[in-house]
Structure formats: C-alpha cells, structure tokens
C-alpha cells in the first residue's frame, strides 16, 4: 500500500484501493445508521429471527475459516510437519484477523456492544454454550495474539522479547487447540437447545462434533486457499523457501482435508441415521440437504483425493475455494436456511442490504489490515536474523 | 366444582411466603425437577376465553407498555395471527374452524414460565431466573442484548426492542412478579372477566384441570397442555379441541431444554483435561520420531565412515605391503647386481693379469 506505491512512485488509486475505499466509507455510514437508529434500522431481524447474517456469517463462518491457525500450528508443531512451517504464519495472521474481526463484527449484532464484557465481569451464565463460546473466543483470540507478536517484534527489532515468546510456542499451540476444539464445537451446540426450530436433518445430538470436523476442513482449505492468494498477489513478498514449499502446502493439506471429508461424510450419514430421517430426503429441504452432502462433501473429498494422486495443483487450489464454500453454505443453512423452517414464509428471514453492507465491510477491512502486515512484516519471508531459528 | 380468583387470592398468601424451601434446580442431574414446592401458575381454558381482550388490555396497563396501534376493544385485530412483541407481553388469537358447534376459540400466548426455562438456561450473563414462586423473571441490568434468549425459547415468546438504538432490552411476560410477590394478581388474571384464568399453586391447578376433564369429558381434550411440555411450564392449558389446532406446538416433548445442552457442556472439562495429555503424547512421539531418525541418520554416517576408513586402511596397508614387497625386489635386485658387479672387476682383473702374463 502507501509506502510501495511511494516507493515504487505507483499512484494510490489502484483498483484495490479505490473498491476498498468505497467499501469503508459505505461501512462508515451504515455504522453510524446502525448505532444511532438501531437494529432495526438496519437488519432484517424480527421476533421470529433474532439471529440474522451477522451471526450467521461474521460470527459462524468468520470463526470457522479462521481455524487455519490451529490446524496448521498443530500439524508444525505437536505432529511435527515441518515442512509446512511456511503455512504457519500467513495461517496465524489470518486466523488472528479472523477473530479479530468477528469480536468487532459482534459489537454490531448485540444490542448492547459496551456490556461484552458482562459474561465474564459481572454474571457468569456457565450452563449457556454462548458462555462457552464467549470464554474460549475471547481466550482464543489472545493466545493468536501472543502467536503472532513475534512477527512485529521481528519487524521492530526487538529480539529478546521476540526470543521469549518464541520459547512459549509449544504451551500456545497446546492451549489453541484446546480453545479451538472447544468453541468451535460449541458454536454448532448453540444450536442443540432448539430442536424443534431447526430442520432435522441440520438438527443432531452430533451438531458438535461436525462444526469441530468442518471446521478442520475449513482450516485445511483455507491455507491452501489463502497461498494460492499469496502466490498471486504477493509473490514478491515470498522468499526462496516460501515459493518451494507452496505445492508441498497445496498437496499435504489437500490430502488430510480429502480424508477429514471423508470422516466428515461417515458421520454426517450416521447421524442420519441415529435420527432415522431418511424420510425427510425425499421433500425439498431433503434436496437441498444432499446438495450439501454430495456437493460439498462428497465431491470434494473426491477431487482432493484425485488432485493429490495426479499431484494436480491447479485442482487442489479449485477444490479448497469449494470446499470453503460447502462450509459457508453448511453454517448458513444451520443458522438461518434451514432454521425456521417451520414457519410461513412470510415471517421468514432474508438479509437487509445493509447487514450485507456491513458484512463487506468487516471482510473488506480484514483485507487491508492482512495487506498491510504482510507488505510491511516477515509473514511471506523469514526474517534474515532468524533464518532457520525455529 | 368452580373456584373463585378471590379464593386464590388466600391461597396466593400461602405460596408467596413459602418459598424459603431452598432446592437447587440444575440441569443434568439424576433428579427429576417437577417445579420449586408451592410455586404458582396460570390456568388458561379456553371453553371459557371469548376472546375479548381484556387480558391483553390489563397486561399493557399494570406493565407499562406502549399503547398499542388500535385499542385493546377493537376485536377487528382478531383478524390476523399475531405474536408477542415487544410491546406487548400477551396476544390473544382467535381459531375459526376449529369448532364448528361452538364458534370459534381462543388461545391466549404469553411466556409460559417453563419449571426449567430455555431462556435462563441459554443466557451467559444469567439476566433470566426462575423465581421460587414460579415467575421466570429478566434483569435489564445485565442483559447484553444477544438474543440467544429468543433463539432458545421453543414457544417463541422473548421478544427485542429492536428500534431503541442505545438500551433495547428483551421484552416478554414476568407473570407480574413485582406483583405476585407483593400478594397481587398478575394483570392478565385480575382483568378476565370469565375466570378463563386461573391463578393458584401449580400443583392446585393441575388438580383442578384434572378435575374439570374427569366431570366434562366431552368438553375438552384429555390433555393438560404444560404439565410435561419441555419438561413442564407454570402456565397450564384446557382445550376444547386437540392443541395444535389452536396453534400450539406438539412435538416440543417433554425434555428440559437445559438437558438439551447437558452433553454438550459436559464435554468442555473432558476436552479441557485430556486434550493436553493426548497433543503432549502427539508432540512426544512426532519429537521421539525425529529422534531417532535423526540417531539413525548419525549412526549410518558413523558406519559409513568407518567402513569407509576401514577400506582406505586396508587399501593402504595392501598398497604399503606392495611397496614394501617392490622396494626387497629392487633392493635385492641392487643388491645382486652390486654384488655381481663387485664379482667382476675381480674376474676382469684375473682376466687382466692373465692377459698380463701371457704377454
């Protein structure tokens, strides 16, 4: 950004910043509308529909996609991958924006933004999972915070806090999983105390365990995903070792995301089964149900497996941006698609444009933030001090 | 037999006061929660409701709440199937169709006050209790406005205030318990003008609705419509014909929805305790594994190096001996060409001097 364009004497109106700049300031006035005329001023939600897009997306899907962190510094660090230590630092940036971004993004959806400290500070509701999920977010998001200080330490030379936090890594990575395994079961078991609001075939004593193991997919693709990005559009931000191991990346998780599909496929037909809902196949939702099962399950645990046999990069890359997709559709359909389905369409929700506004908008500057860490810190590049240091 | 609100109102006395009985109600336990010991209800018949609203009128009153868009003695509003809304705590429906002799019935929705709600149950500030006198009450003070409250409740009363920008709280029925507890009627109960309402100990009440299906058989479903619902609610329901004909909801069952969510939670301290264990165990082999390959990898080396040394040396020692074995030969080849060179001066010297001598 600023300083390349400077550098490089580019001017700042390139396309990125100019879609970027309408986006903020588009952001800007919906929040304001939003916090001075209320919820209602800007969403579609109703008595009927409490949680709308802003749960559904920035909260739903923002903490599944950002899983990548504590996939991949678990697959470094306690499974002893290293040759994906080059994920780990674009993983933990992004999975640290991520969360970043879905705590700012909740001021938004709650009535009352100042009082999110409440569960903690002043009553603690322990039987609620939103309690659950409130704990290990806000936990989460500071270990990922505690990950990624060594980079702006690198970048701002100072080594022996930088060297402090470094010897940390083995006791956060334990602690992230721990977090990780707990919040992102408990954002699918949010939903378990309303079984007779949600489709029975999203609804199942299993909802945990799939949004955990969706979420592992998500993780998985989201890094090869997001070095396919890097690769394109930050090429001249990765080093030697960074370009080399891109299609070992793209490959190795390829082949764990293919068989996390394929687990993922077994239980999601167990739990078919254990509900005994096969009836239900044969009506609309049944359609839709195996669109997502097939489609975005199924399919894609098939094309990563063939992409990783014929070592078809090109087709690893397609895969993960699908597989991404499946996830988005399956909390959509959990959170709003196929919740409510009881209901006459007329009480139905469908998001305002301005709760899809502020969905863009919160991407949108994630995307900055993430743009300008990497132009400026060693995310793509080992820092020349600590070459080969870990 | 018939029994009058005022006699409740004795009674009321009774169940306000006792409710010093301490009894923890929590989900997942082995005991069966049946509701805190005296705790009140509602009675709601709907053979006796004419739908007049006045119910609706009285909840709007002794609560507060915003007038409504067109006044509570407009039954034209009966028209339309409405819900609870933030300003108002209780709806009256009318059901045509539903009972063609009779005309049409009545349902009255408001919070039923579950015996263990899904609202305190999902709330992570605990903004939601239920009373010892049986009202699910709402602390404004704490609530974050997450509406996880709404998503929970499986009869869709909480409602939002969804306009006020700044302070918007949940809104829904207290079974008015600033006034229970002060030994009054709820509003809804004091302004019904047919005793479609009744107020007393829940216990009582089921005796009683128990009592008018055994006396009128043919006038009401065999069914006390939240004696098991979601594990049982304070508000009880008679009904002239089957429940979800008056639009209330039959397949809920008769789980508590804090069991809902038991296993769930009770994962949390299993992860919390063995997740560690098993990622150390993980590291430990993936670090032992490196380990020995990396003593293996030395170990070739070592071997390698040896062998390697082990044939220099040899292919020194043969090189050595055969330089040592060239070096006699060519000593013992100077050594007999010396001496056959030492030999001959002597035999040309003879030679010589017979040469010598002969001339």
């Known amino acids: 950004m600023s300083e390349d364009t400077a550098a490089t004497g580019k001017s700042y109106f390139t396309p990125f910043n100019i879609i970027a700049g309408l986006i903020v300031i588009m952001g800007l006035v919906l929040t304001v509308i939003r916090f001075t005329g209320g919820l209602a001023a800007t969403t579609n939600l109703s008595d009927y529909n409490p949680w709308g897009l802003w749960i559904g997306f920035d909260l739903l899907v923002g903490v599944a996609l950002a899983s990548g962190g504590y996939v991949t510094s678990a697959a470094v660090y306690l499974f002893g991958m290293k040759k994906y230590h080059s994920a780990l630092r674009p993983a933990i940036l992004t999975g640290f924006l991520g969360y970043a971004l879905v705590v700012l993004a909740l001021h938004y959806d709650v009535g009352r933004p100042l009082r999110l400290p409440y569960p903690f500070l002043v009553q603690q509701g322990t039987t609620s999972l939103l309690f659950e999920v409130g704990a290990c977010v806000a936990l989460y998001l500071t270990v990922l915070f505690v990950e990624f200080t060594p980079v702006p330490l690198e970048w701002l030379g100072f080594k022996r806090a930088r060297n402090l936090v470094v010897k940390l890594t083995l006791l956060l990575t334990i602690f992230g999983v721990v977090l990780s395994t707990l919040h992102q079961s408990s954002l699918g078991a949010l939903f378990l105390i309303a079984p007779s609001k949600l489709h029975p075939l999203w609804y199942s004593p299993y909802l945990p365990v799939y949004f955990f193991v969706s979420s592992i997919i998500a993780g998985l693709s989201m890094v090869i995903f ?58 609309g939702y049944g359609a839709w149900f195996l669109v997502e099962l097939l489609g975005f399950v199924a399919l894609p645990c098939f094309l990563y497996a063939v992409g990783v046999r014929d070592k078809n990069v090109t087709l690893i890359k397609w895969t993960a941006v699908w597989t991404v997709l499946g996830v988005v559709i399956n909390r959509f359909n959990v959170s709003m698609i196929a919740f409510n389905w009881h209901l006459p369409a007329s009480e139905r929700y469908f998001p305002h444009w301005m709760e899809i506004g502020i969905s863009v908008f919160i991407v949108t500057v994630g995307l900055i933030i993430f743009k300008f860490i990497v132009n400026r810190m060693p995310i793509l590049y080992e820092h020349p001090d600590y070459k080969s240091a870990h | 037999m018939s029994i009058s609100r005022r006699k409740f109102l004795g009674w009321l006395a009774a169940a306000g006061l006792s409710t010093s009985v301490t009894r923890t109600a929590r989900a997942a336990t082995t005991q069966h929660f049946t509701g805190y010991p005296d705790s ?30 067109q006044p509570f003695d407009d039954l034209a509003v009966l028209d339309n199937q409405r819900r609870t809304s933030a300003r108002s705590y209780t709806v009256v429906n009318r059901y045509d169709q539903v009972n ?35 009202a699910v009450t709402y602390d404004e003070t704490v609530c974050v406005g997450c509406r996880y409250c709404m998503i929970a409740c499986p009869f869709e009363i909480p409602t939002y205030e969804y306009d006020n920008a700044i302070t918007p709280r949940v809104m829904k029925c207290t079974l008015c318990y600033p006034r229970i507890s002060k030994g009054l009627l709820p509003g ?123 044939a220099a040396e040899a292919k020194l020692a043969e090189a050595l001996a055969q330089a040592d074995e060239e070096k006699k030969k060519a000593i013992d080849i100077e050594v007999q060409k010396a001496l056959e060179e030492a030999a001959r001066p002597e035999t040309e010297e003879a030679e010589k001097s017979e040469t010598e001598e002969d001339s």
């Open chain 1, 226 to 283: 997001e070095s396919t990005l890097s690769g394109r559009f930050f090429k001249h931000k990765m080093d030697e070792t960074h370009l080399a191991e891109k299609d070992t990346i793209a490959l190795g998780f390829g082949k764990a995301a293919s068989f996390v599909l394929a687990g993922y496929f077994i239980v999601k037909v167990i739990g078919i089964s254990a509900g005994n809902n096969w009836h239900f196949l044969q009506t």
């Open chain 2, 40 to 69: 009140v209800g509602v009675l709601f018949d709907n053979t006796r409701c004419i739908g007049c609203r006045k119910c609706e009128a009285g909840c709007n009153k002794v609560n507060e709440l915003a007038a409504p868009d």
């Open chain 2, 100 to 134: 063609y002799l009779k005309g049409p019935l009545y349902r009255k929705i408001q919070c039923n006050h579950c015996l263990e709600p899904a609202c305190a149950s999902a709330c992570f500030v605990r903004a939601f209790a239920k009373s010892k006198i049986g």
């Open chain 2, 188 to 310: 809804c109960v004091e302004s019904c003008p047919t005793e479609a309402l009744t107020y007393a100990k829940r216990e009582d009440l089921l005796q009683i609705a128990r009592e008018r299906i055994r006396r009128f058989p043919q006038r009401y479903v065999d069914h006390i419509y939240g004696e098991h619902e979601m594990g049982g609610t304070s508000w009880l329901y008679l009904s002239a014909v089957p429940f979800r004909q008056i639009g209330m909801r039959e397949d809920l069952g008769v789980t508590p929805a804090p069991e809902l969510t038991a296993g769930a939670l009770s994962g949390v301290p299993i992860v919390v305790g063995m997740w560690p264990v098993l990622l150390t165990g993980i590291y430990a082999i993936s670090k032992r594994k490196e380990k020995l390959a990396s003593e293996e990898k030395e170990l070739a080396v070592t071997t390698a190096v040896e062998q390697a040394e082990a």
